[in-house]
């Protein structure tokens, strides 16, 4: 009875065996093209030989056995045509280094049968996934996409821009014109708080910018230019004034002066009054000339390269001073981040009904491009489910997919595989940009 039953199962499995091959069979050669493709390249590539190359990286990268290696055709559609089968010198990383990669500068890759033929001249570019957030952001919103979303936000603001500023602009007016009062008042406090740091601070300007920098600059270079455009002003305005000036007149109250029985003031006053009734009216009538003249030292001082120096080197200091960012970083958390005066006039005015009712209608108002713009990234069943872009950053970010890829680059000219010396194929790796097309999900 037992060797019954072993005969009964062996004939059973036999007869699903056949089943399942005469199915296959019968699949097969009801489409010719499977036929005449899929049988040829399954038993080429289980009999035929595989072509190996080390691999030589200009310099170390992330790889990994099992990592792919691809070939363009002119379609800019892919095929792979190899992957890497050894990582490091020697006899290579095994275990869990093989499988998670390691950073190096050799390899090797196996090329598939009856694919294409990686002549001696050939390269390899090495691609990356970046892990970083820019990455994820340019991915999911290449240049095409960009823009569509951008016309779709100016149409939206347009549409309902008058409307939601009418609803939000007294609010933002109140916050801000309370907030700036606050400010106002406890912005003198706090620098008065740090008042021994400012005058520490301006004490070291005063002595490295000021007396050692400036000061120079302004004898060596800016005076003599200020000299120069101010003497004709200076020389037409004196003119006037000194036409005007009566030397008798001062003369007598200067001796008037000297008298014991005289006030002392008598030249002082004849003095202001000249100025008054004189001078002033003069200065001002050239005030056009004076303020050129001033432009013209400015503008030629502006073009000194040494002043232009000297200004830059300055600003950089003071720019760069640790001990200035300490105490305005201070100043300014003291008197909006940590303030509370401030923060409850925020509370008061974005809490209160006016704001929740002008907030719910902006919302309102652009929830329509909000959900346009997430099925421009994300993709919807009208065009086809989840977009490519979606799908390459949740295989990378989520599954861990398609972080490392080669590309082969045939030699352009048949000389090259030619001239090339006998032995082992050796093929210099070069790390590439980004790639115009993707291997695994397509786009950018």
Do not use: C
């Given at each position: 009875?037992?060797?019954?039953?072993?005969?009964?199962?062996?004939?059973?499995?036999?007869g699903?065996?056949?089943?399942?091959?005469?199915?296959?069979?019968?699949?097969?050669?009801?489409?010719?093209?499977?036929?005449?493709?899929?049988?040829?390249?399954?038993?080429?590539?289980?009999?035929?030989?595989?072509?190996?190359?080390?691999?030589?990286?200009?310099?170390?990268?992330?790889t990994a056995?099992?990592?792919?290696?691809?070939?363009?055709?002119d379609?800019?559609?892919?095929?792979?045509?190899?992957?890497?089968?050894?990582?490091?010198e020697?006899?290579?990383?095994?275990?869990?280094?093989?499988?998670?990669?390691?950073?190096?500068?050799d390899?090797?890759?196996?090329f598939?049968?009856?694919?294409i033929?990686?002549?001696?001249?050939?390269?390899?570019?090495?691609?990356?996934?970046?892990?970083s957030?820019?990455?994820?952001?340019?991915?999911?919103?290449?240049?095409?996409k960009?823009a569509?979303?951008?016309?779709?936000?100016?149409?939206?603001?347009?549409?309902?821009?008058?409307?939601?500023?009418?609803?939000?602009?007294p609010?933002?007016?109140?916050?801000?014109?309370?907030a700036?009062?606050?400010?106002?008042?406890?912005?003198?406090?706090?620098?008065?708080?740090?008042?021994?740091?400012l005058?520490?601070?301006?004490?070291?300007?005063?002595?490295?910018?000021i007396?050692?920098?400036?000061?120079?600059?302004?004898?060596?270079?800016?005076?003599?230019i200020?000299?120069?455009?101010?003497?004709?002003?200076?020389?037409?305005?004196?003119?006037?004034?000194?036409?005007?000036?009566?030397?008798?007149?001062?003369?007598?109250?200067?001796?008037w002066?000297?008298?014991?029985?005289?006030?002392?003031?008598?030249l002082?006053k004849?003095?202001?009054?000249?100025?008054?009734?004189?001078?002033?009216?003069?200065?001002?009538s050239?005030?056009?000339?004076?303020?050129?003249?001033?432009?013209?030292?400015?503008?030629?001082?502006?073009?000194n390269?040494?002043?232009?120096a000297v200004?830059?080197?300055?600003?950089?200091q003071?720019?760069?001073?640790?001990?200035?960012?300490?105490?305005?970083w201070?100043?300014?958390?003291?008197?909006?981040?940590?303030n509370?005066?401030?923060h409850?006039?925020?509370?008061?005015?974005?809490?209160?009904?006016?704001?929740?009712?002008?907030?719910?209608?902006?919302?309102?108002?652009?929830?329509?491009?909000?959900?346009?713009?997430?099925?421009?990234?994300?993709g919807?069943?009208?065009?086809?489910?989840?977009?490519?872009?979606?799908?390459?950053v949740?295989?990378?970010r989520?599954?861990?997919?398609?972080?490392r890829?080669?590309?082969?680059?045939?030699p352009?000219?048949?000389?090259?595989?030619?001239d090339?010396?006998?032995?082992?194929?050796?093929?210099p790796?070069?790390?590439?940009?980004?790639?115009?097309?993707?291997?695994?999900?397509?786009?950018?």
């Open positions: 009875m037992r060797i019954t039953r072993i005969i009964t199962g062996l004939l059973v499995w036999v699903v065996f056949a089943g399942l091959l005469w199915t296959l069979n019968t699949q097969i050669m009801s489409q010719g093209s499977v036929a005449s493709n899929l049988v040829p390249s399954l038993f080429s590539y289980s009999t035929g030989s595989r072509t190996y190359a080390d691999l030589k990286m200009d310099q170390s990268v992330r056995v099992g990592d792919p290696i691809f070939f363009i055709r379609d800019l559609t892919f095929q792979q045509v190899g992957e890497i089968v050894r990582i490091g020697g006899p290579g990383e095994t275990g869990t280094a093989a499988i998670i990669g390691i950073y190096t500068r390899a090797q890759a196996m598939y049968p009856d694919r033929a990686v002549p001696p001249g050939s390269t390899l570019s090495f691609y990356e996934t970046e892990d957030i820019a990455w994820m952001l340019k991915t999911l919103i290449p240049p095409d960009r569509i979303i951008t016309q779709e936000i100016n149409d939206a603001i347009a549409a309902n821009r008058e409307e939601i500023l009418a609803a939000l602009l609010i933002v007016n109140d916050t801000l014109q309370e700036l009062l606050v400010v106002q008042d406890e912005l003198p406090k706090s620098i008065a708080r740090h008042a021994p740091e005058e520490k601070l301006g004490s070291k300007y005063q002595v490295q910018i007396e050692k920098k400036l000061t120079p600059l302004v004898k060596e270079e800016i005076w003599p200020a000299r120069k455009k101010a003497m004709p002003v200076a020389n037409k305005i004196g003119s006037k004034i000194w036409e005007r000036v009566s030397v008798g007149k001062f003369a007598v109250q200067y001796m002066d000297l008298n014991p029985f005289g006030s002392g003031k008598n002082e004849s003095w202001n009054e000249f100025l008054d009734k004189e001078a002033m009216p003069i200065l001002e050239h005030t056009e000339e004076i303020i050129a003249m001033l432009q013209e030292v400015v503008a030629e001082a502006s073009k390269e040494k002043v232009r200004f830059g080197e300055s600003a950089k003071v720019l760069a001073d640790s001990e200035l960012h300490a105490v305005v201070t100043v300014l958390k003291e008197t909006i981040i940590q509370p005066k401030l409850a006039v925020l509370v008061k005015h974005w809490t209160s009904d006016r704001a929740k009712a002008a907030i719910q209608l902006a919302g309102q108002r652009m929830e329509p491009l909000v959900v346009k713009i997430g099925d421009t990234i994300f919807t069943e009208e065009t086809g489910g989840i977009s490519p872009q979606l799908a390459r949740m295989r990378y989520l599954l861990q997919k398609d972080t890829w080669y590309v082969v680059n045939l352009v000219h048949a000389a090259n595989a030619a090339a010396e006998d032995g082992p194929l050796v093929l790796v070069k790390r590439a940009s980004d790639p115009v097309v993707h291997p695994f999900v397509g786009g950018r």
